[in-house]
C-alpha cells in the first residue's frame, strides 16, 4: 500500500521556477519506480520524469519537453518524491501528478523504470496522488 500527496504547485510567470514535492507513506516492500505525469485541459496525461534507485544504481529519465529544464529527485529519508522545474513555459501549465509502479525488486532491475519508453506502461502506475495545479502565465 502507497499514498501520495503533491503539493507545491501555483501560478508562475514564463521563466520562473517551481519545486513540486510528493510525500510518500509506504506500507509495502516493493519496490516502485516513481513517476511525475501532468494533464493538460483537453489533453492526454503524459509522463514528465521518472526515477527508480536500488542504493547502488540509479535510473532516472525525462520525456525531451522538460530536459534541460526539470530535475527529479528523491530523498528517502524523507519519504519524499521532488520535481524542480525551472525555466518554465506556458505550455507546462497543467495538473501534475505523482505516481509509484511498485514490483518485486527480484524480478527486475531499476533500469525498467523509463519514462521516455514508457517502461512501465503509464496504466501500470498503481498509485497516484491527488494532483497540484501548476499554471504558468505568459
Known amino acids: 500500500q502507497v499514498q501520495l500527496v503533491e503539493s507545491g504547485g501555483g501560478s508562475v510567470q514564463a521563466g520562473g521556477s517551481l519545486t513540486l514535492s510528493c510525500g510518500i507513506s509506504v506500507y509495502t516492500r516493493m519496490r516502485a519506480c516513481m513517476g511525475w505525469f501532468r494533464q493538460a485541459p483537453g489533453k492526454e496525461r503524459e509522463g514528465v520524469a521518472a526515477i527508480d534507485s536500488d542504493g547502488r544504481t540509479e535510473s532516472i529519465s525525462y520525456v525531451d519537453s522538460v530536459k534541460g529544464r526539470f530535475t527529479i529527485s528523491k530523498d528517502n529519508a524523507k519519504n519524499k518524491l521532488y520535481l524542480q522545474m525551472n525555466s518554465l513555459k506556458p505550455e507546462d501549465t497543467a495538473m501534475y501528478y505523482c505516481?509509484?509502479?511498485?514490483?518485486?525488486?527480484?524480478?527486475?532491475?531499476?533500469?525498467?523504470?523509463?519514462?521516455?519508453?514508457?517502461?512501465?506502461?503509464?496504466?501500470?502506475?498503481?498509485?497516484w496522488g491527488q494532483g497540484t495545479q501548476v499554471t504558468v502565465t505568459s
Open positions: 505516481a509509484a509502479e511498485t514490483y518485486d525488486r527480484r524480478k527486475r532491475s531499476v533500469l525498467y523504470c523509463d519514462i521516455e519508453t514508457m517502461s512501465p506502461q503509464q496504466h501500470e502506475y498503481n498509485y
